[in-house]
């Protein structure tokens, strides 16, 4: 198995839920039409127990009903941080997910999202070609 990144290893074991985060990455990947980056983070959501229906969805998240007010104010802040060059982020997006993340989390949130605009920008560059990314398996608790 290859060696974890350093920001990857720090994103594995920070607060943030792991389903969190890869809604967040691929949220952002959509945003930038990173194909590559799609691929994995779809597959790693889905053996994480993410549902088909909510990936389904995301493009869409501020029209359904799937998400939780937690899980809504990510992705607005992960829109806002991934179309900084739009119209920076804005104060309401900012109070929003102040509601819902202490500044640690929030701090880990905004790495997270950091972290794969800039994997985004290399996969997209150079030309990462989807479809051969395979899941890490979750391993299962031991019986006591």
Known sequence: MAARRPNEQYLK?????????EL????????NGCAYCLDMHTKNARANGETEQRLYA?????????FSER???ALAWTEAVTCV?????HDDVYELVRKHFEEKE????????AAINA????????RKVPGSYRAPERKT???A
Request: with cysteine; aromatic share 6%.
């Open 13 to 21: 074991e920070c607060a943030l839920d792991e389903r969190l985060i």
């Open 24 to 31: 967040v990455k691929t949220r952002a990947s959509q945003i």
């Open 58 to 66: 995301l493009n869409a998240w501020c029209e359904t009903p799937f």
């Open 71 to 73: 899980e809504r104010a």
């Open 85 to 89: 060059s739009e119209g920076h982020v």
């Open 106 to 113: 929030l701090v880990d949130l905004t790495l997270a999202v």
């Open 119 to 126: 994997r985004n920008r290399l996969a997209i560059a150079f």
């Open 141 to 143: 608790a031991k019986a």
